[in-house]
């Protein structure tokens, strides 16, 4: 996922959604800020890209620097679609992030891990 840069009127790059499979897991890397306008495309985006079947999903947010309701909106609908089959992890949010995750109940919610390698070693819950 990327906007073409000219789109960029705040000088913040746009959002970028890399994905990879490791260990079995389809491991979603986003870097950039997710706010309302990122966050439609990242909601679209991470939805097309979801695996079928048996889902083990790991979203990285190590690379984000804000987050606000809207991009937290996006990750739950992710959360949805794959909690009945498989597993969803959420690895590396930073104290900003975090904070959104803990304000809003989520941290509760998601299966939260302080990096992508812990997130990947832990039993399936």
Not at 48 to 62: W, Y
């Amino acid at each position: 996922m990327s906007a073409d840069p000219s789109d960029v009127t705040d000088g913040t790059p746009p959002l970028q959604l890399t994905q990879d499979e490791r260990d079995g897991h389809t491991v979603f890397v986003l870097e950039g800020d997710i706010d309302l306008e990122s966050s439609r495309t990242l909601r679209a985006d991470l939805l097309a890209a979801l695996p079928s079947g048996d889902e083990k999903v790991v979203v990285d947010l190590a690379r984000v620097g804000f987050m606000d309701s809207s991009g937290l909106a996006a990750l739950v609908s992710a959360w949805k679609v794959v909690r009945e089959r498989g597993s969803f992890r959420v690895a590396g949010a930073n104290e900003v992030v975090h904070r959104v995750l803990t304000i809003t109940g989520m941290e509760e919610v998601f299966d939260l891990h302080t990096d992508v390698d812990a997130a990947l070693r832990a039993p399936r819950a």
